[in-house]
Protein backbone atom coordinates (compact mmCIF):
# COMPACT_ATOMS: atom_id res chain seq x y z
CA UNK A 1 0.00 0.00 0.00
CA UNK A 2 1.32 3.26 -0.75
CA UNK A 3 2.29 5.90 1.93
CA UNK A 4 3.30 9.76 2.21
CA UNK A 5 3.74 10.77 5.54
CA UNK A 6 4.08 14.40 6.68
CA UNK A 7 5.87 15.11 9.83
CA UNK A 8 2.63 17.43 11.12
CA UNK A 9 -0.81 17.82 11.07
CA UNK A 10 -1.53 20.89 12.75
CA UNK A 11 1.42 23.46 13.15
CA UNK A 12 1.21 26.68 14.87
CA UNK A 13 4.13 29.34 14.03
CA UNK A 14 4.93 33.21 14.88
CA UNK A 15 5.53 35.35 11.87
CA UNK A 16 9.47 35.60 11.09
CA UNK A 17 9.84 32.03 12.25
CA UNK A 18 11.89 29.44 10.47
CA UNK A 19 9.59 26.46 9.62
CA UNK A 20 10.20 23.30 8.37
CA UNK A 21 7.86 20.73 6.82
CA UNK A 22 8.66 17.42 6.19
CA UNK A 23 7.02 14.61 3.57
CA UNK A 24 8.34 11.29 3.20
CA UNK A 25 7.34 8.63 0.72
CA UNK A 26 7.78 4.81 0.77
CA UNK A 27 7.13 3.81 -2.77
CA UNK A 28 11.12 4.90 -4.32
CA UNK A 29 9.09 7.31 -6.53
CA UNK A 30 11.56 9.88 -8.18
CA UNK A 31 8.78 12.57 -8.74
CA UNK A 32 7.83 14.64 -5.18
CA UNK A 33 5.74 17.58 -4.90
CA UNK A 34 4.41 20.49 -2.34
CA UNK A 35 1.28 22.31 -2.67
CA UNK A 36 -1.16 24.88 -0.70
CA UNK A 37 -4.52 24.67 -0.84
CA UNK A 38 -6.21 27.66 0.14
CA UNK A 39 -10.38 27.96 0.36
CA UNK A 40 -11.76 29.31 -3.66
CA UNK A 41 -7.96 28.81 -4.99
CA UNK A 42 -7.49 24.79 -4.96
CA UNK A 43 -3.70 23.27 -5.55
CA UNK A 44 -0.94 25.41 -6.13
CA UNK A 45 2.15 23.87 -6.74
CA UNK A 46 4.97 25.40 -5.37
CA UNK A 47 7.94 23.38 -5.60
CA UNK A 48 8.61 19.50 -7.38
CA UNK A 49 11.27 17.90 -7.40
CA UNK A 50 12.10 15.10 -10.05
CA UNK A 51 15.67 13.75 -8.51
CA UNK A 52 17.61 13.91 -5.43
CA UNK A 53 19.23 17.06 -5.19
CA UNK A 54 17.34 18.29 -7.98
CA UNK A 55 14.27 20.96 -7.50
CA UNK A 56 12.73 23.03 -9.66
CA UNK A 57 9.99 26.45 -8.64
CA UNK A 58 6.26 25.94 -9.54
CA UNK A 59 3.76 28.68 -9.60
CA UNK A 60 4.25 30.15 -6.38
CA UNK A 61 7.43 29.58 -5.17
CA UNK A 62 7.87 32.83 -3.38
CA UNK A 63 9.12 32.71 0.63
CA UNK A 64 9.50 29.32 0.46
CA UNK A 65 12.46 26.61 -0.34
CA UNK A 66 13.21 22.76 -0.29
CA UNK A 67 15.62 20.65 0.17
CA UNK A 68 15.46 17.00 -1.51
CA UNK A 69 18.68 14.92 -0.22
CA UNK A 70 17.10 11.40 0.03
CA UNK A 71 14.60 10.39 -3.07
CA UNK A 72 12.51 9.35 -0.35
CA UNK A 73 12.42 12.58 1.59
CA UNK A 74 11.21 15.96 0.59
CA UNK A 75 11.54 19.02 2.93
CA UNK A 76 9.16 22.63 2.16
CA UNK A 77 11.17 25.01 3.92
CA UNK A 78 9.47 28.39 5.03
CA UNK A 79 12.75 30.80 5.71
CA UNK A 80 10.49 33.49 7.47
CA UNK A 81 6.81 33.40 8.23
CA UNK A 82 4.15 35.57 7.03
CA UNK A 83 0.39 35.23 8.48
CA UNK A 84 -0.43 35.19 4.70
CA UNK A 85 1.62 31.38 4.52
CA UNK A 86 -1.16 30.37 6.96
CA UNK A 87 -2.72 27.16 4.58
CA UNK A 88 -2.89 23.58 4.33
CA UNK A 89 0.17 22.21 3.02
CA UNK A 90 0.16 19.28 0.86
CA UNK A 91 2.82 16.82 -0.08
CA UNK A 92 2.70 14.16 -3.14
CA UNK A 93 4.61 11.87 -4.10
CA UNK A 94 4.29 10.63 -8.13
CA UNK A 95 4.38 7.24 -9.96
CA UNK A 96 5.30 7.42 -13.31
CA UNK A 97 3.66 4.66 -15.61
CA UNK A 98 3.26 4.54 -19.48
CA UNK A 99 -0.34 5.80 -19.72
CA UNK A 100 -0.22 8.18 -16.95
CA UNK A 101 1.23 9.82 -13.70
CA UNK A 102 -0.39 9.29 -10.53
CA UNK A 103 -0.20 11.67 -7.80
CA UNK A 104 0.00 10.53 -4.35
CA UNK A 105 -0.63 12.78 -1.29
CA UNK A 106 -0.09 12.97 2.41
CA UNK A 107 -2.55 13.85 4.91
CA UNK A 108 -1.30 17.53 4.91
CA UNK A 109 0.11 19.89 7.61
CA UNK A 110 -2.36 22.92 8.36
CA UNK A 111 -0.07 25.78 9.62
CA UNK A 112 -1.14 28.57 11.49
CA UNK A 113 1.09 31.78 11.13
CA UNK A 114 0.50 34.03 14.08
CA UNK B 1 -8.66 34.09 -16.88
CA UNK B 2 -7.24 30.72 -14.63
CA UNK B 3 -6.37 27.82 -16.51
CA UNK B 4 -9.01 25.56 -14.84
CA UNK B 5 -12.33 26.72 -13.88
CA UNK B 6 -14.14 24.76 -11.22
CA UNK B 7 -17.71 25.56 -9.28
CA UNK B 8 -16.59 25.55 -5.81
CA UNK B 9 -20.12 25.10 -4.55
CA UNK B 10 -20.40 23.58 -1.41
CA UNK B 11 -23.68 21.14 -3.80
CA UNK B 12 -26.14 19.44 -1.28
CA UNK B 13 -28.47 16.92 -2.83
CA UNK B 14 -30.17 13.97 -0.77
CA UNK B 15 -29.25 10.55 -1.10
CA UNK B 16 -29.80 8.81 -4.08
CA UNK B 17 -29.99 12.15 -6.45
CA UNK B 18 -27.49 12.03 -9.68
CA UNK B 19 -24.40 14.64 -9.37
CA UNK B 20 -22.70 16.06 -12.19
CA UNK B 21 -19.57 17.69 -11.32
CA UNK B 22 -17.60 20.16 -14.00
CA UNK B 23 -14.75 22.13 -15.17
CA UNK B 24 -13.91 23.99 -17.88
CA UNK B 25 -10.21 24.75 -18.88
CA UNK B 26 -8.49 27.07 -21.48
CA UNK B 27 -5.36 25.11 -22.59
CA UNK B 28 -6.39 23.11 -25.45
CA UNK B 29 -2.99 20.95 -24.76
CA UNK B 30 -4.25 19.19 -22.21
CA UNK B 31 -4.33 15.74 -22.77
CA UNK B 32 -4.85 13.81 -19.21
CA UNK B 33 -8.09 14.27 -17.19
CA UNK B 34 -8.29 13.32 -13.81
CA UNK B 35 -10.75 13.40 -10.47
CA UNK B 36 -9.39 13.28 -7.39
CA UNK B 37 -11.55 12.74 -4.45
CA UNK B 38 -10.74 14.44 -0.70
CA UNK B 39 -12.39 13.59 2.42
CA UNK B 40 -12.40 15.79 5.37
CA UNK B 41 -8.96 16.47 7.33
CA UNK B 42 -7.30 14.01 4.52
CA UNK B 43 -5.41 14.33 1.19
CA UNK B 44 -6.86 13.92 -2.39
CA UNK B 45 -7.09 10.73 -3.68
CA UNK B 46 -7.44 9.61 -7.44
CA UNK B 47 -10.99 8.90 -8.12
CA UNK B 48 -10.76 8.69 -12.32
CA UNK B 49 -8.91 9.15 -15.00
CA UNK B 50 -9.27 9.58 -18.59
CA UNK B 51 -6.98 10.15 -21.55
CA UNK B 52 -8.32 12.57 -24.27
CA UNK B 53 -11.77 12.40 -25.42
CA UNK B 54 -14.66 9.96 -24.38
CA UNK B 55 -16.32 8.26 -21.53
CA UNK B 56 -14.82 6.59 -18.82
CA UNK B 57 -17.09 4.40 -16.74
CA UNK B 58 -16.54 3.18 -13.09
CA UNK B 59 -19.27 1.28 -11.08
CA UNK B 60 -21.47 4.95 -9.83
CA UNK B 61 -19.18 7.48 -11.57
CA UNK B 62 -18.58 8.33 -15.08
CA UNK B 63 -15.84 10.81 -16.16
CA UNK B 64 -16.52 12.45 -19.23
CA UNK B 65 -14.61 14.72 -21.52
CA UNK B 66 -15.31 16.93 -24.16
CA UNK B 67 -12.28 18.66 -25.65
CA UNK B 68 -13.71 20.90 -28.62
CA UNK B 69 -15.46 22.59 -26.15
CA UNK B 70 -12.76 22.22 -23.38
CA UNK B 71 -15.13 20.61 -21.07
CA UNK B 72 -15.31 17.70 -18.24
CA UNK B 73 -17.91 16.27 -16.04
CA UNK B 74 -17.72 13.88 -13.41
CA UNK B 75 -21.48 12.33 -12.63
CA UNK B 76 -22.05 10.15 -9.26
CA UNK B 77 -25.10 7.80 -9.90
CA UNK B 78 -27.24 7.14 -6.92
CA UNK B 79 -25.20 9.30 -4.78
CA UNK B 80 -24.50 7.97 -0.87
CA UNK B 81 -23.60 10.14 2.20
CA UNK B 82 -20.33 8.28 2.03
CA UNK B 83 -19.69 10.12 -1.23
CA UNK B 84 -19.65 13.15 0.88
CA UNK B 85 -16.62 14.87 -0.17
CA UNK B 86 -14.41 17.79 -2.07
CA UNK B 87 -13.93 16.77 -5.88
CA UNK B 88 -10.77 18.46 -7.93
CA UNK B 89 -10.39 17.95 -11.28
CA UNK B 90 -6.85 17.71 -12.61
CA UNK B 91 -5.13 17.44 -15.99
CA UNK B 92 -2.00 18.11 -17.37
CA UNK B 93 -0.21 17.99 -20.74
CA UNK B 94 2.78 15.70 -21.65
CA UNK B 95 4.57 18.71 -23.71
CA UNK B 96 4.53 20.68 -20.32
CA UNK B 97 6.64 18.36 -17.86
CA UNK B 98 2.99 16.83 -17.13
CA UNK B 99 2.86 19.01 -14.38
CA UNK B 100 -0.73 18.86 -13.13
CA UNK B 101 -2.58 21.85 -13.06
CA UNK B 102 -6.08 21.67 -10.64
CA UNK B 103 -9.53 23.03 -10.06
CA UNK B 104 -10.35 25.15 -7.46
CA UNK B 105 -12.80 21.98 -6.00
CA UNK B 106 -15.97 21.78 -5.37
CA UNK B 107 -17.24 20.44 -2.08
CA UNK B 108 -20.42 17.99 -1.76
CA UNK B 109 -22.54 16.91 0.91
CA UNK B 110 -24.76 14.28 0.09
CA UNK B 111 -28.10 14.06 3.02
CA UNK B 112 -29.56 10.95 4.02
Known amino acids: DVKVTQSSRYLVKRTGEKVFLECVQDMDHENMFWYRQDPGLGLRLIYFSYDVKMKEKGDIPEGYSVSREKKERFSLILESASTNQTSMYLC?????????????FGPGTRLTVL | QKEVEQDPGPLSVPEGAIVSLNCTYSNSAFQYFMWYRQYSRKGPELLMY????GNKEDGRFTAQVDKSSKYISLFIRDSQPSDSATYLC????????????FGQGTELSVKP
Open chain 1, 92 to 104: ASERTSGTYNEQF
Open chain 2, 90 to 101: AMSARNQGGKLI
Open chain 2, 50 to 53: TYSS
